[in-house]
């Protein structure tokens, strides 16, 4: 009888991709996989390891299954991901739970260590640990999907080379470095066939893409590429940089059909001052005229956006402008964020941190008014007729609820509606008319 796996996977989608090839490994190697930890011998915790609230989730899972693994329900537990690749020197010494640590650079070793652990005699054995070079990640190789059929993410790049000061990506994750394009298109042909409907393109700076193999972005044209494989119907694209919004992919976002009118920038702020020091680029002028092209030349694209209130040196008047300029630009989806102090980080050791309470009360404040933004949003689209990417049946609203090209999976809202006389199918699209909506989704129902 061959053992059984199960994977935990944290934080983010880019997170999720290497856990679906952990996944294919450990199933070409013969393990069973299972989707509950305490039906596994051994479990793997694909950590999150970007902010303190990510670290801690980790960390409480962890526990979690080590209480598991007390009861005797469980074998082993083992760390992968961004935690443990950060804190490799720490993972196995803190957290008796864990019987192995793998850096990113040894996800490729992963059946191998799950095989020595639960092997005889693995009470007498001493914890594992393999953390070779970050750069190691292989960015081939197969996985097995763990989102619904017809959605799937598509990592076009590993790691980060943009050094901003608050994060800590670049160290966990190495340097910046593509996938080559067929690679990548030859894999999104292989999800097209297998049924995926939505790809969404995700890398810690999509819009980097290419620059190390070409001297230039090239994400316009891999995007030009996909958009021409048979089966797709829509193609999202996540953590674009402002600075890399070049003409050619604004134009790219205006004349490919199958590229959704959906942007997320991630800009943080609108102070050039509080910019600088985060090692980012621009201002509040430049950072609209920006917005305003986007919208002059893409007239229905859906902005999102994060911003972080509480950076160190953040004054009233600086968060003002923020507030200002959220208020003015109108994001239909916005995420704002207190700072996280991250040790490491060259912003952790910067003069004038602020009181937490201060830091959280401006995110809250911001998060108040984009309340008010997205009813105005959902109140724009009474009456009308959107296409709804269906999703499932809700049993306790009785109602089927789905996606537009506004609203990336996890992150953005649905759209809850009726359909009389018919059941529609998950993956599937429909036209939706929309009457109502509520905290912030709309409702409406099936159109004839």
């Not at 010494?93 to 095989?115: K, P």
Request: with cysteine.
């Amino acid at each position: 009888m061959s053992s059984k796996v199960g994977i935990v996977s944290l934080g983010c989608p880019k997170n999720q991709v290497d856990a679906e090839m952990l996944l294919f490994t450990l199933k070409s190697k013969g393990f069973e996989l299972v989707n509950d930890p305490a039906d596994a011998d051994a479990v793997i915790v694909n950590t999150c390891g970007f902010i303190e609230s990510a670290k801690q989730e980790s960390i409480n899972e962890i526990i979690e299954l080590g209480k598991l693994k007390q009861e005797g329900k469980i074998k082993a537990i083992i760390v992968t991901g961004c935690l443990a690749e950060r804190y490799k020197n720490e993972i196995t010494r803190q957290l008796y739970e864990v019987d192995a640590a793998l850096g990113i650079g040894a996800n490729s070793q992963i059946a191998d260590v799950v095989a020595e652990l639960l092997s005889d005699n693995t009470e007498h054995k001493e914890k594992i640990e393999e953390f070779p070079d970050k750069q190691l990640l292989c960015l081939e190789g197969r996985r097995i999907q763990s989102t619904p059929p017809y959605t799937a993410y598509l990592k076009i790049a590993e790691g980060c080379d943009n050094r901003c000061t608050y994060c800590a990506i670049p160290m966990i994750r190495g340097k910046f470095r593509s996938r080559q394009p067929d690679a990548v298109v030859e894999e999104t042909e292989q999800l097209a066939k297998d049924g995926v409907k939505e790809i969404i393109v995700i890398a810690q700076d999509t819009t980097r893409y290419g620059e190390d193999l070409f001297g230039e972005p090239y994400l316009a044209k891999l995007l030009k590429r996909l958009c021409k494989i048979d089966g797709l119907k829509w193609i999202r694209v996540l953590y674009c940089y402002p600075d890399r919004l070049t003409d050619e992919l604004i134009d790219t976002f205006a004349e490919e059909e199958k590229l959704v009118n959906y942007i997320d920038l991630p800009l943080q702020h609108c102070d050039g001052n509080i910019l600088k020091r985060m090692n980012r680029h621009g201002n509040r002028e430049s950072l609209t005229a920006l917005l305003n092209k986007l919208r002059a030349k893409v007239p229905d694209i859906i902005l999102r956006s994060t911003f972080i209130t509480g950076f160190p040196g953040e004054t009233d008047e600086q968060f003002e402008e923020l507030a200002e300029f959220a208020a003015e630009i109108k994001f239909q989806r916005l995420g704002c964020f207190a700072y996280s102090a991250e040790e490491g980080t060259p912003a952790a050791s910067f003069p004038d941190q602020i009181d937490d309470e201060i830091k959280q009360h401006r995110a809250d404040i911001i998060m108040e008014h984009q309340q008010s933004v997205m009813a105005e949003y959902c109140e724009s689209l009474i009456g009308k007729e959107i296409e709804v990417l269906v999703e499932g049946y809700d049993r306790i609203a009785e109602c089927f609820y789905g996606r537009t090209y506004a609203d990336a999976p996890e992150i953005d809202g649905c759209v809850f509606f009726t359909a009389k006389g018919t059941k529609p199918q998950p993956g599937s699209f429909v036209k939706v008319k929309i009457t109502d909506y509520t905290d912030c989704d709309p409702i409406g129902e099936l159109a004839e």
